[in-house]
């Protein structure tokens, strides 16, 4: 099939009004195989563009929607207000998901991970013990000296009451 300029442009025009590629497919008479194949292959480049570039003004689009309903007058009434306050976030959660889907650069989470640690690793002290005897070193335990005083760790219950 030969790509034409018209082809492309109708493509333009469906994926920036929202229409599915299975519609978009049906309206242009090619099989969803094909469409798939120009716009998730790349086989037309001018096809795929076509296409990503109305699916971002779709995504725009939908973002100056998503303000216009957001910035929408309240009622008077207190309950009709918290009813249409709830259905406002929940189109306005819903939209903010579909654009983070469709421009993930521009309305998605920004998640930077650095995988450059420069941080130290402190052990804690029984794995400096076991690091100690791995190596070969002694970890006997010897009694505190102070100032000529030891402290025994024999200590009888006779001793305590």
């Known amino acids: 099939m030969k790509i034409t300029k018209d082809f492309t442009d109708q493509v333009f025009i469906m994926a920036a009004r929202g229409v599915s590629q299975d519609d978009i497919a049906l309206a242009?008479?090619?099989?969803?195989?094909?469409?798939a194949k120009y716009i998730m292959l790349g086989d037309e480049t001018e096809v795929k563009e076509a296409y990503l570039n109305g699916k971002r003004l779709y995504a725009s689009n939908?973002?100056?929607n998503l303000m216009l309903e957001a910035a929408a007058p309240l009622h008077d009434d207190p309950k009709l207000a918290n009813a249409a306050v709830q259905r406002q976030?929940?189109?306005v959660d819903t939209a903010k998901w579909i654009g983070a889907k469709l421009l993930p650069r521009v309305y998605g989470d920004?998640?930077?991970?650095?995988?450059a640690h420069t941080?130290?690793?402190?052990?804690s002290p029984?794995?400096?013990l076991r690091q100690l005897e791995s190596k070969g070193a002694s970890t006997e335990v010897k009694p505190l000296q102070m100032d000529g005083a030891s402290i025994d760790n024999d200590v009888s219950d006779d001793d305590c009451f």
Do not use: P
């Open 62 to 64: 939908l973002v100056d």
């Open 110 to 115: 920004n998640l930077h991970i650095d995988h």
């Open 119 to 123: 941080g130290t690793v402190e052990l």
């Open 28 to 35: 242009l008479n090619v099989s969803k195989a094909t469409l």
């Open 89 to 91: 976030k929940l189109i």
């Open 126 to 128: 029984l794995a400096q």
